[in-house]
């Protein structure tokens, strides 16, 4: 089955500087690819996504990049603000009636 | 719509109890999903069903877990007997198949003692 692997675990950043969080998957009929942020006593939300037919995507200060051929996918956050700060959650999913596989999250600090 | 609504918020038990947990799901979605997030193991995939009939429940760590969903506006997930190594918060989400979005409650956190 599909395997999803993000790193780094933890990472913290200035506020105003940009973070980067990098996943990659093993089954190649992965096709969508959302980011899911988890602030605390929350459940996981959807930010952004990413379709297999694109390879890159930007909403506002977010953006994500997908690399088929190397089977990675990358979310982007600039101008970093306090409230970024959260873990954050990159899946991989199969078209059908198949569940996202998550990867570990990201634990996110911005620090002011 | 209320979004996903997972009942309780919070669950204190003592070992070899059991313990029912409740998802109702978004009205329209036919896919619902039961997860499990520990430190160690992050997002773990227990259960998911597909217009209320199991899927997948390869997951679910060991026979006292147990998941239902009898229509499609509820399900729940019975661990019997609790042991401490459940505790854990738990997740159920839904969506409407596909390239969907899923939505997530805001979990159970179960604690075991």
């Known amino acids: 089955g599909e395997n999803v692997e993000q790193h780094p675990s933890t990472l913290s950043v200035q506020e105003g500087d940009s973070a980067v969080i990098k996943c990659t998957y093993s089954?190649?009929?992965?096709?969508?690819f959302p980011w899911y942020k988890q602030e605390l006593g929350k459940g996981p939300q959807l930010i952004i996504d990413?379709?297999?037919?694109?390879g890159e995507k930007k909403d506002q200060r977010i953006a994500v990049t997908l690399n088929k051929t190397a089977k990675h996918f990358s979310l982007h956050i600039t101008e970093t603000q306090p409230e970024d700060s959260a873990v954050y959650f990159c899946a991989a999913f199969i078209s059908g009636n198949t569940p996202l596989v998550f990867g570990k999250g990201t634990r996110l600090s911005v620090i002011a | 719509d209320a979004g996903v609504i997972q009942s309780p918020r919070h669950e204190v038990t003592e070992m070899g109890q059991e313990v029912t947990l409740r998802c109702k799901p978004i009205?329209?979605?036919?896919?619902l999903f039961w997860y499990r997030q520990t430190m160690m193991r992050g997002l773990e995939l227990l259960i998911y069903?597909?217009?209320?009939?199991?899927?997948?429940d390869s997951g679910m760590p060991e026979d006292r877990f147990s998941a239902k969903m009898p229509n499609a506006s509820f399900s729940t997930l019975k661990i019997q007997p609790s042991e401490p190594r459940d505790s854990a918060v738990y997740f159920c989400a839904s969506c409407s198949g596909g390239w969907a979005e899923a939505f997530f409650g805001q979990g159970t956190r179960l604690t075991v003692v």
């Open positions: 089954d190649s009929a992965s096709n969508y």
């Open positions: 069903f597909n217009n209320n009939v199991p899927i997948d």
């Open positions: 990413i379709r297999s037919n694109v």
């Open positions: 009205s329209g979605h036919n896919s």
